[in-house]
C-alpha cells in the first residue's frame, strides 16, 4: 500500500511557480479586479481627451493656454503644486501636468521631471501610510475607509503596486496601503519605478494632440 502511495507522489508533476501564482490570483479575484481597474481607466481618459479637445475647438486654443501658463507660472511654482498633489492622494490629474511638460523648452527633461516627483511622491505616500499604524485612532479610521484598498494590498502586494503605478489611479492611495501593511520598501521602489512608464507612455498619446 505504501509503495503504491509513493508511486503516486512521484508520478503526481508538481506545479510551477507560475501556475501557482495563477491559481492563486484567480482565487483571489485578481484578474477580476484587474479587468475592473482597466474599465474604470477608460472613461476618465476618455473624458479627459474628450474635454481637452472641447477646450481646443469650442473654448480657447489649448496650446496658447499652455503656453500662457508655462508664461504667467514658473516651472518651480507648476512642479511644487504638481509634487503636493502627488503626495496627497493625487488631488490633480498628472495629465495636465504632461501636457504643460510638452510647451516648456524641454519637454523631455520636464517630463522626467514630474515622473521623477510623483515616484517621490508616492514614497512620502508609503511612509504617511506607516506614520498612521503608529497612530491608533487614524489607523483604525483609515483602515475602514481604506479597508478594500488595505485588504488587496495584502492579497496582492506586488501587483497591485504594478496596477496603481500604471493605470490612472491614484497612486498615493495605493502607497499608502503598501505603507499601513508594511509591504518591504526595497520591492515597493522597485514595482514603483513603472511609474516612469506610465508617463512616458502617456506622453506619447498627449504629445500628438497638444
Do not use: C
Request: glycine share 6%.
Amino acid at each position: 500500500m505504501k509503495s503504491e502511495d509513493s508511486k503516486h507522489k512521484r508520478s503526481t508533476p508538481k506545479k510551477s511557480r507560475f501556475r501557482l501564482l495563477h491559481q492563486y490570483y484567480s482565487y483571489t479575484g485578481f484578474y477580476k479586479f484587474l479587468g475592473t481597474s482597466l474599465k474604470k481607466a477608460l472613461p476618465p481618459i476618455l473624458i479627459f481627451i474628450g474635454i481637452l479637445m472641447g477646450i481646443h475647438y469650442f473654448v480657447i486654443d489649448i496650446n496658447e493656454l499652455l503656453v500662457k501658463m508655462t508664461e504667467t507660472y514658473s516651472a518651480i511654482v507648476i512642479l511644487t503644486v504638481f509634487f503636493i498633489s502627488e503626495s496627497i492622494l493625487g488631488i490633480i490629474p498628472p495629465e495636465i501636468f504632461i501636457a504643460w511638460s510638452d510647451k516648456t523648452d524641454a519637454p523631455l527633461v520636464y517630463l522626467s521631471i514630474i515622473a521623477l516627483l510623483s515616484y517621490l511622491g508616492g514614497i512620502i505616500s508609503y511612509f504617511q501610510g506607516v506614520l498612521i499604524t503608529k497612530i491608533p485612532a487614524m489607523h483604525e479610521y483609515l483602515e475602514v475607509k481604506m479597508a478594500k484598498h488595505v485588504n488587496n494590498t495584502r492579497k496582492w502586494g506586488g501587483f497591485l503596486i504594478i496596477v496603481g503605478a500604471l493605470l490612472p489611479i491614484p497612486f498615493a492611495m495605493t502607497s499608502i496601503a503598501a505603507g499601513m501593511i508594511k509591504y518591504p520598501f526595497v520591492s515597493y521602489l522597485l514595482f514603483g519605478l513603472l511609474r516612469f512608464v506610465r508617463f512616458y507612455l502617456y506622453a506619447l498619446a498627449i504629445f500628438s494632440l497638444v
